[in-house]
């Protein structure tokens, strides 16, 4: 197929997209739930997200429907694949962070990053670069695992650490996010 380029419109909702990323609360919400919420269950998982009295609850809800409303974007056509899939990582990041768990938690919620899911299946590059994500978060998987507690907002090595594990591969194109961009406070 070949490849179409991308509008400017293209281009401002992308600028846009990373604005609202950068926003602080936004940014404490990613650092925490890319960096320190990696539960090992289910229950783990639920004990956040269905419980609106824990105080990390609006930063995981936020950070997940940021990214769906963003894969919705895309499968909507209103922002081209290509270019979406080159300046973002972190929503196919989540996906592979939580593919372990995807099963379980969709018997529940079975919408539950649907969108993400969708767009890997439905356009090539989004499948490439998820599938090089997901090498590297099941290769720090291990070292990771029982952080799906509570915790406070991680410290910048975590963070800096999670950020490398969602960056493209040398073969694949760098996203601009990658060089600017670590999910820190």
């Known amino acids: 197929m070949e490849r179409m380029l991308a509008t400017p419109a293209d281009a401002e909702i992308i600028l846009k997209l990373y604005q609202l990323r950068t926003e602080a609360v936004m940014r404490k919400a990613r650092a925490w739930v890319v960096g320190d919420f990696w539960p090992t269950t289910a229950e783990e998982f639920y004990a956040i997200y269905e419980n609106a009295a824990d105080k990390h609850n609006p930063w995981l809800r936020q950070v997940i429907t940021y990214w769906e409303m963003a894969a919705a974007l895309v499968l909507h056509g209103a922002v081209s694949a290509e270019l979406f899939v080159?300046?973002?990582?972190?929503?196919?990041?989540?996906?592979?962070?939580?593919?372990?768990?995807?099963?379980e938690i969709r018997?529940?919620?079975?919408?539950?990053?649907?969108?993400?899911?969708e767009?890997?299946?439905?356009?090539?590059?989004?499948?490439?670069?998820?599938?090089?994500?997901l090498k590297r978060v099941e290769a720090t998987r291990p070292s990771r695992g029982g952080k799906g507690k509570k915790t406070a907002a991680?410290?910048?090595?975590?963070?800096?650490?999670?950020?490398?594990?969602?960056?493209?591969?040398?073969?694949?194109?760098?996203?601009?996010?990658?060089?600017?961009?670590?999910?820190?406070?």
């Open 154 to 185: 991680p410290a910048e090595p975590a963070a800096a650490e999670t950020a490398a594990a969602a960056e493209p591969a040398a073969a694949e194109p760098a996203a601009p996010e990658a060089e600017t961009e670590t999910p820190t406070a």
């Open 107 to 117: 018997r529940k919620t079975p919408g539950f990053l649907g969108k993400t899911s």
């Open 86 to 103: 080159d300046c973002n990582a972190e929503g196919f990041f989540l996906l592979a962070k939580f593919k372990p768990l995807l099963e």
């Open 119 to 133: 767009m890997v299946t439905r356009f090539s590059s989004a499948g490439q670069r998820y599938e090089g994500i």
